[in-house]
T-cell receptor
């Protein structure tokens, strides 16, 4: 029972264009959502997060949108750069605190072509 | 000055062996985790410790036993290794909601 799903295993975009990565969840108890970025042979690194009381959070080129009624979130990267090429994981938690149980999606491989 | 480190990075072993993976964090965090990334690339939590106490224990075979000698270390012992244990194992730590991950240990069971 996969509670967090990233239905696109891969995405390819041109440098300078927008990248949109999608994530759907099924558990209505999830209250906090995070995006992690992972390069090969490295661990995931935190990118951006959003609480369920918001519908948008922005940090530089990265914006996360949350549609709670649709149980859907997306990560927008504008403009995309070749260095953004990595696997992006969506994760969700029922609360925002240390020790919270993160449930991850299966990841989307983003390739940004020069 | 790596924040979360794991050793070894690669581990190749035979079925039936017992092995350990070590994790250390120098961030002063109270909570540490072990995750498993299987062949389908899902990252799934296995265990979580807070101040050396077990707080999350997912449905993991009891061949897997975490040990936390102090709050900066969380080691993973695996007994009687099976083929299905082949995966990448990630250690992580957190002070609040943001979890910091180690580089992973790729375990291959032959």
């Amino acid at each position: 029972d996969q509670q967090v799903k990233q239905n696109s295993p891969s995405l390819s975009v041109q440098e300078g264009r927008i990248s949109i990565l999608n994530c759907d969840y099924t558990n209505s108890m999830f209250d906090y959502f995070l995006w992690y970025k992972k390069y090969p042979a490295e661990g995931p690194t935190f990118l951006i997060s959003i609480s369920s009381i918001k519908d948008k959070n922005e940090d530089g080129r990265f914006t996360v949108f949350l549609n709670k009624s649709a149980k859907h979130l997306s990560l927008h990267i504008v403009p995309s750069q070749p260095g953004d090429s990595a696997v992006y994981f969506c994760a969700a938690s029922p609360w925002r605190t240390s020790g919270s149980r993160l449930t991850f999606g299966e990841g989307t491989q983003l390739t940004v072509n020069p | 000055d790596t924040a979360v480190s794991q050793t070894p990075k690669y581990l190749v072993t035979q079925m039936g062996n017992d092995k350990s993976i070590k994790c250390e964090q120098n961030l002063g965090h109270d909570t540490m985790y072990w995750y498993k990334q299987d062949s389908k690339k899902f990252l799934k939590i296995m265990f979580s410790y807070n101040n050396k106490e077990l707080i999350i224990n997912e449905t993991v075979p009891n061949r897997f036993s975490p040990k936390s000698p102090d709050k900066a270390h969380l080691n993973l012992h695996i007994n009687s290794l099976e083929l299905g244990d082949s995966a990448v194992y990630f250690c992580a730590s957190s002070a609040d909601w943001e979890q910091f991950f180690g580089p992973g240990t790729r375990l291959t069971v032959l």
